[in-house]
């Protein structure tokens, strides 16, 4: 059974940290680009960060460069989303998705159920 299982979300005040977590099972996880979208209310579905398979490269939305740092574990197969300075534009559902074979005909992709960020005095 695939499963991509987020978890770290709550309620934090504008400035502080949080670290989301995302647990893969089911899959080869070592194959897989890893990344983090977040929706907020009224917007669409937005990239936020990116780690490649291979060899880690890593990508950021604009808006939290500087700020989230996205890394893998993969003997635990686990992705993490370090956010530090948190504003309240953050605020999101924050989804791990999973994907492999871009551009081919045997690409995979997997998404999570979500975990709730909110940031808020």
């Known amino acids: 059974q695939v499963q991509l299982v987020e978890s770290g979300g709550g309620l934090v005040q504008p400035g502080g940290s949080l670290r989301l977590s995302c647990a893969a099972s089911?899959?080869?996880?070592?194959?897989?680009?890893m990344s983090w979208y977040r929706q907020s209310q009224g917007k669409e579905r937005e990239l936020v960060a990116s780690i490649s398979s291979g060899e880690g490269s890593t990508n950021y939305a604009d808006s939290v460069k500087g700020r989230f740092t996205i890394s893998r574990d993969n003997a635990r197969n686990t992705v993490y989303l370090q956010m530090n300075s948190l504003k309240a534009e953050d605020t999101a559902i924050y989804y791990c998705?999973?994907?492999?074979?871009?551009?081919?005909?045997?690409?995979?992709?997997?998404w999570g159920q979500g975990t709730q960020v909110t940031v808020s005095s």
């Open positions: 089911g899959f080869t996880f070592s194959w897989f680009r």
């Open positions: 998705n999973a994907v492999t074979g871009i551009g081919g005909p045997w690409r995979t992709e997997y």
